[in-house]
Protein backbone atom coordinates (compact mmCIF):
# COMPACT_ATOMS: atom_id res chain seq x y z
CA UNK A 1 0.00 0.00 0.00
CA UNK A 2 2.75 2.41 0.88
CA UNK A 3 4.25 1.36 -2.95
CA UNK A 4 0.88 2.82 -4.23
CA UNK A 5 -0.23 5.64 -2.00
CA UNK A 6 1.86 6.48 0.67
CA UNK A 7 1.36 9.71 2.98
CA UNK A 8 0.09 7.74 6.05
CA UNK A 9 -2.54 5.75 3.65
CA UNK A 10 -1.27 2.61 4.29
CA UNK A 11 -2.00 2.41 8.33
CA UNK A 12 -4.84 4.14 7.53
CA UNK A 13 -6.17 1.30 4.98
CA UNK A 14 -4.98 -1.46 7.29
CA UNK A 15 -5.48 -0.62 10.55
CA UNK A 16 -9.10 -1.36 10.37
CA UNK A 17 -8.68 -4.65 8.56
CA UNK A 18 -6.67 -5.70 11.52
CA UNK A 19 -9.22 -4.36 13.69
CA UNK A 20 -12.26 -6.06 11.81
CA UNK A 21 -10.86 -9.64 11.57
CA UNK A 22 -9.93 -9.46 15.71
CA UNK A 23 -6.94 -8.24 16.70
CA UNK A 24 -6.84 -5.43 19.82
CA UNK A 25 -6.93 -1.73 18.79
CA UNK A 26 -3.72 -1.04 20.42
CA UNK A 27 -2.75 -3.37 17.66
CA UNK A 28 -4.16 -2.30 14.84
CA UNK A 29 -2.60 1.19 15.16
CA UNK A 30 0.96 -0.02 16.16
CA UNK A 31 1.86 -2.13 13.99
CA UNK A 32 0.80 -1.00 10.28
CA UNK A 33 2.72 1.70 11.95
CA UNK A 34 5.58 0.25 12.65
CA UNK A 35 5.66 -1.98 9.20
CA UNK A 36 5.24 1.44 7.27
CA UNK A 37 8.89 2.29 7.19
CA UNK A 38 11.62 0.22 4.92
CA UNK A 39 8.75 0.26 1.87
CA UNK A 40 9.13 4.24 2.67
CA UNK A 41 12.37 4.41 0.92
CA UNK A 42 10.48 4.53 -2.12
CA UNK A 43 7.01 5.76 -1.00
CA UNK A 44 4.60 6.58 -3.45
CA UNK A 45 6.24 5.59 -6.98
CA UNK A 46 9.55 6.69 -5.48
CA UNK A 47 8.04 10.11 -4.09
CA UNK A 48 10.62 10.65 -1.61
CA UNK A 49 13.41 10.36 -4.16
CA UNK A 50 11.86 12.70 -6.96
CA UNK A 51 10.64 14.97 -5.46
CA UNK A 52 12.48 14.96 -1.46
CA UNK A 53 16.11 14.42 -3.35
CA UNK A 54 15.33 15.16 -7.35
CA UNK A 55 16.57 11.34 -7.71
CA UNK A 56 14.46 10.19 -11.06
CA UNK A 57 16.53 6.97 -11.82
CA UNK A 58 18.44 4.13 -9.97
CA UNK A 59 21.87 5.85 -8.60
CA UNK A 60 24.63 5.31 -5.97
CA UNK A 61 22.25 6.60 -3.30
CA UNK A 62 19.78 4.53 -4.28
CA UNK A 63 22.11 1.29 -4.41
CA UNK A 64 23.83 2.47 -1.01
CA UNK A 65 20.44 3.09 0.73
CA UNK A 66 19.13 -0.69 -0.17
CA UNK A 67 22.20 -2.24 0.88
CA UNK A 68 22.06 0.16 4.47
CA UNK A 69 18.36 -1.28 5.01
CA UNK A 70 19.38 -4.83 4.33
CA UNK A 71 19.57 -5.66 7.92
CA UNK A 72 16.27 -3.63 9.21
CA UNK A 73 14.52 -5.05 6.80
CA UNK A 74 15.67 -8.83 7.78
CA UNK A 75 14.93 -8.02 11.45
CA UNK A 76 10.79 -6.58 10.67
CA UNK A 77 9.31 -9.38 11.34
CA UNK A 78 10.90 -10.68 14.45
CA UNK A 79 9.79 -6.93 15.68
CA UNK A 80 6.72 -7.11 14.70
CA UNK A 81 6.15 -10.82 16.21
CA UNK A 82 7.62 -9.36 19.78
CA UNK A 83 5.03 -6.07 19.42
CA UNK A 84 2.57 -8.54 18.37
CA UNK A 85 3.38 -10.57 21.41
CA UNK A 86 2.79 -7.69 23.71
CA UNK A 87 -0.38 -6.23 22.10
CA UNK A 88 -2.00 -9.43 22.23
CA UNK A 89 -0.45 -11.12 25.27
CA UNK A 90 0.52 -14.23 23.51
CA UNK A 91 3.62 -16.23 23.91
CA UNK A 92 5.89 -16.65 20.66
CA UNK A 93 8.02 -20.10 20.28
CA UNK A 94 11.14 -18.31 18.79
CA UNK A 95 12.78 -21.72 18.37
CA UNK A 96 9.78 -23.13 16.21
CA UNK A 97 8.73 -19.49 14.25
CA UNK A 98 12.48 -17.73 13.20
CA UNK A 99 12.60 -19.99 9.74
CA UNK A 100 9.12 -18.58 9.25
CA UNK A 101 10.25 -14.79 10.42
CA UNK A 102 13.07 -14.73 8.78
CA UNK A 103 11.54 -16.14 5.23
CA UNK A 104 9.44 -13.47 5.41
CA UNK A 105 12.39 -10.46 5.59
CA UNK A 106 13.62 -12.23 2.46
CA UNK A 107 10.43 -12.69 0.70
CA UNK A 108 10.35 -8.89 1.21
CA UNK A 109 13.76 -7.86 0.55
CA UNK A 110 15.01 -10.09 -2.29
CA UNK A 111 12.31 -8.22 -4.64
CA UNK A 112 12.61 -4.91 -3.20
CA UNK A 113 16.63 -4.72 -4.10
CA UNK A 114 16.03 -6.31 -7.14
CA UNK A 115 13.84 -3.76 -8.06
CA UNK A 116 15.51 -0.93 -7.11
CA UNK A 117 18.51 -1.67 -9.77
CA UNK A 118 15.67 -1.02 -12.49
CA UNK A 119 13.78 1.40 -10.83
CA UNK A 120 12.79 3.93 -8.33
CA UNK A 121 9.15 3.87 -8.08
CA UNK A 122 8.62 -0.02 -8.11
CA UNK A 123 10.50 -1.62 -5.09
CA UNK A 124 7.49 -1.32 -2.90
CA UNK A 125 5.05 -2.22 -5.18
CA UNK A 126 6.63 -5.30 -6.40
CA UNK A 127 8.28 -6.35 -2.93
CA UNK A 128 4.67 -6.10 -1.73
CA UNK A 129 2.84 -8.30 -4.25
CA UNK A 130 5.96 -10.79 -5.06
CA UNK A 131 6.74 -11.15 -1.01
CA UNK A 132 3.11 -11.57 -0.06
CA UNK A 133 2.64 -14.57 -2.42
CA UNK A 134 6.52 -16.24 -1.99
CA UNK A 135 5.41 -15.97 1.86
CA UNK A 136 1.90 -18.14 1.53
CA UNK A 137 3.19 -20.50 -1.23
CA UNK A 138 6.17 -21.35 1.12
CA UNK A 139 5.27 -21.48 4.38
CA UNK A 140 2.09 -21.56 4.79
CA UNK A 141 0.39 -25.28 5.40
CA UNK A 142 -1.46 -26.32 2.67
CA UNK A 143 -4.58 -26.82 4.43
CA UNK A 144 -4.12 -23.19 5.38
CA UNK A 145 -3.91 -21.92 2.11
CA UNK A 146 -6.84 -19.40 0.37
CA UNK A 147 -8.62 -20.57 -2.75
CA UNK A 148 -7.72 -19.05 -6.03
CA UNK A 149 -11.02 -17.10 -5.79
CA UNK A 150 -10.56 -15.24 -2.56
CA UNK A 151 -7.37 -14.07 -3.80
CA UNK A 152 -8.78 -12.54 -6.82
CA UNK A 153 -11.69 -11.43 -5.05
CA UNK A 154 -9.36 -9.28 -2.22
CA UNK A 155 -6.32 -8.38 -4.98
CA UNK A 156 -7.84 -7.78 -8.11
CA UNK A 157 -8.93 -4.11 -7.17
CA UNK A 158 -4.60 -3.53 -5.87
CA UNK A 159 -3.61 -4.85 -9.09
CA UNK A 160 -5.93 -3.14 -10.91
CA UNK A 161 -4.78 0.45 -9.60
CA UNK A 162 -1.15 -0.81 -10.33
CA UNK A 163 -2.14 -1.47 -13.95
CA UNK A 164 -3.53 2.05 -14.02
CA UNK A 165 -0.73 3.87 -12.40
CA UNK A 166 1.54 2.17 -14.95
CA UNK A 167 -0.06 3.64 -17.82
CA UNK A 168 -1.11 6.75 -16.05
CA UNK A 169 2.91 7.02 -15.81
CA UNK A 170 3.50 6.53 -19.69
CA UNK A 171 0.40 8.71 -20.28
CA UNK A 172 1.53 12.21 -18.28
CA UNK A 173 4.77 12.04 -16.99
CA UNK A 174 5.66 14.70 -19.50
CA UNK A 175 3.34 17.20 -18.98
CA UNK A 176 3.78 19.73 -16.50
CA UNK A 177 1.55 22.73 -15.19
CA UNK A 178 2.14 25.66 -13.25
CA UNK A 179 0.05 27.74 -10.98
CA UNK A 180 1.91 30.64 -11.30
CA UNK A 181 5.78 32.04 -12.39
CA UNK A 182 7.31 31.91 -8.84
CA UNK A 183 6.16 28.10 -7.86
CA UNK A 184 7.71 25.25 -9.68
CA UNK A 185 6.24 23.19 -12.17
CA UNK A 186 4.31 20.53 -11.12
CA UNK A 187 4.21 16.76 -13.18
CA UNK A 188 0.54 16.17 -13.75
CA UNK A 189 1.53 12.18 -13.19
CA UNK A 190 0.37 12.39 -9.29
CA UNK A 191 -0.48 8.81 -7.95
CA UNK A 192 -2.92 10.52 -5.27
CA UNK A 193 -4.67 11.43 -8.63
CA UNK A 194 -4.98 7.72 -10.14
CA UNK A 195 -5.64 6.60 -6.53
CA UNK A 196 -8.86 9.06 -6.60
CA UNK A 197 -10.01 7.59 -10.32
CA UNK A 198 -9.36 3.92 -9.65
CA UNK A 199 -11.48 3.86 -6.36
CA UNK A 200 -14.54 5.77 -8.34
CA UNK A 201 -14.00 2.81 -10.80
CA UNK A 202 -14.50 0.34 -8.86
CA UNK A 203 -17.31 2.18 -6.60
CA UNK A 204 -19.02 2.89 -9.73
CA UNK A 205 -18.87 -1.18 -10.76
CA UNK A 206 -19.81 -2.11 -7.37
CA UNK A 207 -22.51 0.04 -7.34
CA UNK A 208 -23.61 0.72 -10.50
CA UNK A 209 -27.82 1.65 -9.84
CA UNK A 210 -26.33 3.72 -6.50
CA UNK A 211 -23.44 5.44 -7.15
CA UNK A 212 -24.16 8.58 -6.57
CA UNK A 213 -26.30 7.89 -2.85
CA UNK A 214 -23.10 6.07 -2.40
CA UNK A 215 -20.28 8.28 -3.01
CA UNK A 216 -22.12 11.03 -1.12
CA UNK A 217 -22.26 8.83 1.30
CA UNK A 218 -18.85 7.60 1.79
CA UNK A 219 -17.62 11.24 1.30
CA UNK A 220 -19.72 12.21 4.19
CA UNK A 221 -18.53 9.78 6.09
CA UNK A 222 -14.95 10.56 5.39
CA UNK A 223 -15.25 14.33 5.80
CA UNK A 224 -16.43 13.90 9.58
CA UNK A 225 -13.63 11.32 10.87
CA UNK A 226 -10.95 13.13 9.28
CA UNK A 227 -12.06 16.66 9.97
CA UNK A 228 -10.05 17.40 13.15
CA UNK A 229 -7.15 15.19 11.99
CA UNK A 230 -6.93 17.18 8.54
CA UNK A 231 -7.12 20.47 10.87
CA UNK A 232 -4.19 18.90 12.88
CA UNK A 233 -2.02 17.58 9.62
CA UNK A 234 -2.64 21.24 8.27
CA UNK A 235 -1.30 23.24 11.27
CA UNK A 236 1.42 20.77 11.48
CA UNK A 237 2.24 21.62 7.15
CA UNK A 238 2.03 25.49 8.20
CA UNK A 239 4.35 25.39 11.43
CA UNK A 240 6.96 23.19 9.21
CA UNK A 241 6.87 25.69 6.48
CA UNK A 242 7.50 28.52 9.24
CA UNK A 243 10.66 26.70 10.49
CA UNK A 244 11.84 25.12 7.75
CA UNK A 245 14.42 28.01 6.86
CA UNK A 246 15.95 28.78 10.19
CA UNK A 247 15.81 24.72 11.14
CA UNK A 248 17.84 23.81 8.22
CA UNK A 249 20.07 26.71 8.74
CA UNK A 250 20.86 25.21 12.36
CA UNK A 251 21.45 21.84 10.95
CA UNK A 252 23.82 22.72 8.64
CA UNK A 253 25.75 24.56 11.07
CA UNK A 254 25.33 21.39 13.74
CA UNK A 255 26.34 19.03 10.87
CA UNK A 256 29.47 21.23 10.24
CA UNK A 257 30.74 21.82 13.43
CA UNK A 258 31.20 17.40 14.09
CA UNK A 259 33.54 15.01 12.74
CA UNK A 260 32.68 12.55 9.99
CA UNK A 261 31.79 9.50 12.44
CA UNK A 262 29.24 11.84 14.36
CA UNK A 263 27.59 13.14 11.18
CA UNK A 264 26.78 9.75 9.89
CA UNK A 265 25.47 9.17 13.59
CA UNK A 266 23.39 12.61 13.43
CA UNK A 267 21.95 11.83 10.02
CA UNK A 268 19.35 9.82 10.11
CA UNK A 269 18.07 11.57 13.26
CA UNK A 270 17.63 14.24 11.41
CA UNK A 271 15.73 12.66 8.97
CA UNK A 272 13.66 10.94 12.08
CA UNK A 273 13.20 14.61 13.36
CA UNK A 274 11.42 15.66 9.54
CA UNK A 275 9.33 13.22 9.50
CA UNK A 276 8.14 13.02 12.98
CA UNK A 277 7.06 17.42 12.65
CA UNK A 278 6.26 16.94 9.08
CA UNK A 279 4.65 13.71 8.30
CA UNK A 280 6.20 12.91 5.00
CA UNK A 281 9.85 11.08 4.43
CA UNK A 282 9.12 13.28 1.25
CA UNK A 283 9.28 16.42 3.45
CA UNK A 284 11.85 15.11 5.42
CA UNK A 285 14.56 15.51 2.67
CA UNK A 286 13.12 18.39 1.46
CA UNK A 287 13.59 19.94 4.65
CA UNK A 288 16.61 18.85 5.37
CA UNK A 289 18.57 17.87 2.17
CA UNK A 290 20.70 21.43 1.87
CA UNK A 291 22.80 20.41 4.89
CA UNK A 292 24.49 17.89 3.11
CA UNK A 293 26.09 20.84 1.27
CA UNK A 294 28.62 20.49 4.57
CA UNK A 295 29.82 16.81 4.06
CA UNK A 296 32.62 15.86 1.82
CA UNK A 297 31.76 15.51 -1.72
CA UNK A 298 32.97 11.61 -1.46
CA UNK A 299 30.49 10.77 1.18
CA UNK A 300 27.76 12.59 -0.04
CA UNK A 301 25.62 9.72 -1.25
CA UNK A 302 26.39 7.72 1.72
CA UNK A 303 25.19 10.48 3.92
CA UNK A 304 22.08 11.24 1.67
CA UNK A 305 21.52 7.59 2.11
CA UNK A 306 21.11 7.87 5.58
CA UNK A 307 19.40 11.31 5.92
CA UNK A 308 16.75 9.60 3.46
CA UNK A 309 16.18 6.26 5.43
CA UNK A 310 15.42 8.61 8.68
CA UNK A 311 12.90 10.06 6.64
CA UNK A 312 11.44 6.80 5.80
CA UNK A 313 11.35 5.29 9.44
CA UNK A 314 9.94 8.29 10.92
CA UNK A 315 6.98 7.59 9.57
CA UNK A 316 6.20 5.04 12.18
CA UNK A 317 6.47 8.07 15.16
CA UNK A 318 4.97 10.58 12.55
CA UNK A 319 2.56 12.87 14.81
CA UNK A 320 0.05 13.05 11.49
CA UNK A 321 0.37 9.13 10.72
CA UNK A 322 -0.62 8.42 14.26
CA UNK A 323 -3.53 10.76 14.44
CA UNK A 324 -4.64 9.61 10.91
CA UNK A 325 -4.65 5.97 12.07
CA UNK A 326 -6.19 6.94 15.40
CA UNK A 327 -9.59 8.67 13.60
CA UNK A 328 -10.56 5.42 12.35
CA UNK A 329 -9.82 2.97 15.46
CA UNK A 330 -12.90 3.07 17.59
CA UNK A 331 -10.89 3.49 20.52
CA UNK A 332 -9.52 6.07 23.04
CA UNK A 333 -5.30 5.20 22.28
CA UNK A 334 -3.39 7.70 23.58
CA UNK A 335 -0.62 9.01 21.66
CA UNK A 336 1.65 8.02 24.41
CA UNK A 337 1.12 4.36 24.42
CA UNK A 338 1.42 4.59 20.68
CA UNK A 339 4.89 5.83 20.92
CA UNK A 340 5.56 3.18 24.01
CA UNK A 341 5.37 0.72 21.50
CA UNK A 342 7.43 2.72 17.93
CA UNK A 343 9.83 4.99 19.19
CA UNK A 344 12.25 2.23 20.61
CA UNK A 345 11.44 -0.05 17.12
CA UNK A 346 12.73 3.43 15.63
CA UNK A 347 15.73 4.05 17.34
CA UNK A 348 16.61 -0.03 17.11
CA UNK A 349 16.58 0.56 13.11
CA UNK A 350 18.43 3.46 13.03
CA UNK A 351 21.05 1.89 14.64
CA UNK A 352 20.94 -1.40 12.74
CA UNK A 353 21.17 1.43 9.53
CA UNK A 354 24.36 3.44 11.29
CA UNK A 355 26.01 -0.05 12.36
CA UNK A 356 25.51 -1.25 8.17
CA UNK A 357 27.11 2.18 7.16
CA UNK A 358 30.35 1.96 9.41
CA UNK A 359 30.55 -1.49 8.16
CA UNK A 360 30.08 -0.40 4.47
CA UNK A 361 32.71 2.43 4.89
CA UNK A 362 34.89 -0.11 6.08
Given at each position: MEGIAGFGIPALLIAPLMLTVGFK???AVVLPLVANTTAVLFGALGTPLRIGLGIFQPSEVVTITTILNALPAL?????????????????????????????????FYVPFAITAMFSIEFPSVV????????????????????AGRIWWNTFSPYLFLIVLLILWKFA??????????DIKDVSF??????????????????????????????????????????????LLIGFTQLIAKSLSEHVSSLTASMN??????????????????????????????????????????????????????????SLQNIVMVKSIIPDNISEASVFKFNLPVVLLYAVLVVISAFVFMK
Open positions: PMTVMPFILTYILSKTEQLKISWKKEWKMLLGAGVCSGIAGLLCFVFVFIPKNKKITQNIHFSLSAYQPGIVFIIASLIILFFLNKKNFGIELYTLIKDVVYRIRIPAITILQSWQMVFQPIIGIFGSFITGSATMSNLLFAGSLSTVALAQQPLFTALLHTGGAIGNAI
